[in-house]
């Protein structure tokens, strides 16, 4: 059964790269949203209204860099998208990826 | 001519594909709400169009997965061109009638099926019943992951367990993040994470699907001698069968979407997120690894998972077994219909033959057609839709999600 161990294989490299991307990103992308929330500090409500909460800039800043880095990860997926239609392919043999020929 | 009927009737398979895989990228975020119904479905119709333009590889090998009626370069295979090429547009007419019919009765039940494996069975029943068992790829040369087994079967169990995986892990470890993070910025958050991964499955799915017709048109036009080039797709081919598949998408299977979306499990912003995005990166990765997977399968195993991996959820095992014992015979049913449908067109013969089974197809989706009607599925109206779709005894959600 020569399918199964082809099959076998592949398997295991899609599940790696699906959990790094598909439930990495996704969990890049939560983080973001917990820095995003810190930074925006703690509202709090008293007899005198609405208080905002204390800004903490560093909890902004640090979730927009990971949302940044989320979507590079998207941007990699259309390229992917992209550059297999037109016979080329993704060679992330440099790690970062560079685009060869089929 | 029988060329001309074996064109609409492909147009009309990737018409049915669209319609059928809306659900595919869009049940998640129409669930939760993150998009409006028909925003949704147009969203996921203009990227499939857009996708079916971006791919210039030639998709016209896509029958030798699992059928041999064309060489390795694509051109079919010379010894069933002796009679003019009309015995090989039988097989692939009667193919791609098994392949509409098994999606349009699996839309009319609310199911999530694959589109791929529908017309796979067409073609392996028509080529069963046209040439014989040795007609059919069963196991691959064993040089790499090929035939009915390596294309199809294995697939068909790894992909659903494999984006599964992926959805629960994502699923559990975001929740665990988030908790206690109010809900202002997860809501909008999660909402912007839903539609960026579901508009990576509609473009990929566009790229992927509407080759498939592409190939099987330019490989009719082949057979009859209106097109000799094996490296290019005549421009209008490739033009209507990207027009097709997005208006298909864009009309929606609604009783799909409300399976897949509400129907599994009960589908949270965050989940939806996990689940999309798992499925984007399965399917990604999977076509760069050179390992076929039906997006369908992977959508439905990362809804599950999402599913799973959210604490305090349930799934409803009832619902996604359906859909697995739909999975489990759609090889099989779309091939019987394909075989049925070329001993027809074989026993009537030639162009009357194929008028007869072009005709039992259109009396055949009709009925499908009239049968939704009386189920009070109206597609023009979204929210007739979901209130609608509560005929379907899987389902026992209120119809709140219409908006």
Redesign the interface.
């Known amino acids: 059964m020569h399918n199964l161990d082809f099959a076998l294989t592949g398997a295991w490299q899609v599940l790696l790269a699906g959990l790094a991307l598909g439930a990495g990103l996704p969990i890049l992308f939560a983080l973001g949203i917990r820095s995003l929330a810190w930074g925006a500090g703690e509202a709090s409500v008293n007899t005198s209204g609405v208080t905002a909460g204390t800004k903490r800039p560093l909890g902004t800043a640090l979730g927009y860099a990971l949302f940044a880095v989320v979507v590079l990860g998207v941007l990699l997926g259309l390229t992917f998208i992209v550059a297999s239609g037109f016979g080329y392919k993704l060679d992330f043999s440099h790690i970062y990826p560079t685009l060869v020929e089929k | 001519m029988i060329l001309a009927l074996v064109v609409i009737t492909a147009l009309a398979f990737d018409f049915t594909n669209g319609f059928h895989d809306t659900a595919n990228a869009m049940a998640t975020s129409i669930a939760t709400k993150a998009l409006r119904p028909k925003t949704a479905v147009a969203l996921s119709g203009v990227l499939n169009l857009v996708?079916a333009f971006?791919?210039?590889?030639v998709a016209l090998t896509v029958t030798n997965a699992v059928v041999k009626i064309q060489d390795k370069s694509g051109a079919p295979k010379a010894e069933l061109l002796a009679d003019g090429g009309s015995g090989l547009l039988l097989i692939i007419l009667a193919g791609l009638v098994g392949g509409i019919v098994w999606n349009l009765l699996t839309w009319l039940l609310g199911l999530p099926s694959s589109s791929s494996h529908a017309l796979f069975g067409g073609l392996v029943g028509a080529t069963l019943a046209g040439l014989g068992v040795a007609g059919v790829n069963w196991?691959?040369d064993?040089s790499?992951?090929?035939?009915v087994?390596?294309k199809v079967l294995?697939?068909a169990v790894?992909s659903p367990v494999?984006?599964g995986?992926?959805?629960v892990?994502?699923t559990w470890?975001?929740f665990k993040?988030?908790a206690g993070?109010?809900a202002r910025?997860?809501e909008k958050?999660?909402r912007w994470?839903q539609i960026?991964?579901a508009s990576?499955v509609s473009?990929?799915h566009g790229?992927n699907d509407a080759q498939k017709t592409m190939g099987v048109i330019t490989l009719a036009l082949i057979a009859s001698g209106h097109w000799d080039d094996l490296e290019n797709i005549p421009l209008w081919v490739k033009v209507s069968a990207a027009l097709a598949i997005a208006l298909g998408t864009y009309l929606g299977g609604w009783r799909i979407i409300r399976t897949l979306g509400k129907g599994i499990t009960d589908i949270t912003p965050?989940q939806g997120?996990?689940a999309q995005?798992?499925?984007?990166?399965?399917i990604?990765?999977?076509?760069?690894?050179?390992?076929a997977?039906s997006t369908t399968h992977v959508a439905t195993g990362s809804v599950i998972g999402s599913g799973l991996g959210r604490p305090g959820a349930t799934v409803r095992w009832a619902v996604a077994g359906r859909m697995v014992l739909a999975w489990l015979i759609t090889l099989p049913s779309a091939g019987l219909v394909g075989a049925a449908m070329w001993y027809v067109g074989d026993a009537v013969g030639g162009m009357a033959g194929a008028l007869v089974v072009f005709a039992l197809l259109v009396a055949a989706s009709g009925a499908m057609y009239l049968r939704s009607r009386s189920g009070k599925v109206d597609h023009e109206n979204v929210n007739d839709d979901w209130d609608g779709a509560a005929v379907q005894p899987v389902t026992p959600i209120p119809a709140a999600a219409a908006n």
């Open positions: 996708g971006l791919s210039v590889e196991n691959g064993g790499k992951l090929d035939g087994v390596g294995l697939p790894i494999i984006a995986v992926v959805a892990v994502g470890i975001i993040i988030t993070v109010a910025f997860t958050g999660f994470g960026g991964s990576l473009l990929a790229t965050p997120t996990a995005s798992g499925a984007a990166a399965v990604l990765a999977s076509s760069h690894l050179g390992f997977l």
